[in-house]
């Protein structure tokens, strides 16, 4: 079985703070890990993935990502966020022997005020 | 953008009624996917296709079938729609499955209300 946590339903930060989203996992096998964001009325948006190679991921919109083993966790970051960053997150993950299934978390609604 | 588009956008349907949403994509990838997205449960698999007439069952296939007639069309049915699939529904692609880590890519979604 596989399995995404978004701990926070929420997060809230001022514009040009650091923006963290937090997101663990659980899989049997070796972990495939996607960010997407979805702004209100829209599709979801791919930001980035971990696949294999160096835990540090950097995706679109000067967004990166952290794979870390240890603590099964993948999370967001944004070192100085934007107001146009406010939207729903959401953290996916897909065991690599899985032919298909693709898991996601229940999403984080960030809120960045000006 | 992926060439992905979902039609209707917008739809409001009567308990009991059959409802057909469709799925058509530019971009020639072998996967498509139904997803349905719901407070709380971020998005689940319906149904997903590998290919042409090869379709496969998701997590909450229940009360939705699909086809796949042609490469670049997916389309999913709600036999007899209830208040339950009132919900957003959007489509996805990916070139392949495999090992390969490949993106997933979401088409702009089909609101459906079941009245």
């Known amino acids: 079985a596989q399995s995404v946590a978004q701990p926070e339903d929420q997060v809230n930060v001022a514009e040009g703070n650091p923006l963290t989203v937090k997101c663990t996992y659980s899989?049997?096998?070796?972990?495939?890990l996607f960010w997407y964001v979805q702004y209100p009325n829209r599709g979801l948006q791919f930001l980035l993935k971990?696949?294999?190679?160096?835990?540090l991921v950097k995706g679109s919109y000067g967004f990166e990502a952290e794979f870390n083993k240890s603590q099964t966790s993948f999370h967001l970051k944004k070192p100085s966020a934007l107001v146009s960053d406010s939207a729903l997150y959401f953290c996916?993950?897909?065991?690599?022997?899985?032919?298909?299934?693709?898991?996601f978390g229940a999403g984080t609604t960030v809120t960045v005020r000006a | 953008d992926a060439g992905i588009t979902q039609s209707p956008r917008h739809k409001v349907t009567e308990t009991g009624t059959p409802v057909t949403l469709r799925c058509h994509q530019t971009?020639?990838?072998?996967?498509m996917y139904w997803y349905r997205q719901d407070p709380g449960h971020g998005l689940r698999l319906i149904h997903y296709?590998?290919?042409?007439?090869?379709?496969d069952k998701g997590e909450v296939s229940d009360g939705y079938s699909v086809s796949r007639s042609k490469t670049e069309d997916f389309l999913l049915t709600l036999e007899s729609a209830t208040s339950s699939q009132t919900s957003v529904y959007f489509c996805?692609?990916?070139?392949?499955?495999?090992?390969?880590?490949?993106?997933?890519?979401f088409g702009e979604g089909s609101w459906l209300t079941v009245v």
């Open positions: 996805a692609i990916s070139e392949s499955m495999g090992s390969s880590g490949n993106t997933i890519y």
């Open positions: 971990y696949i294999t190679g160096d835990n």
């Open positions: 996916a993950v897909r065991d690599a022997r899985s032919d298909y299934k693709l898991s």
């Open positions: 899989v049997s096998g070796n972990p495939y």
């Open positions: 971009e020639n990838h072998r996967y």
């Open positions: 296709s590998y290919g042409v007439k090869d379709t």
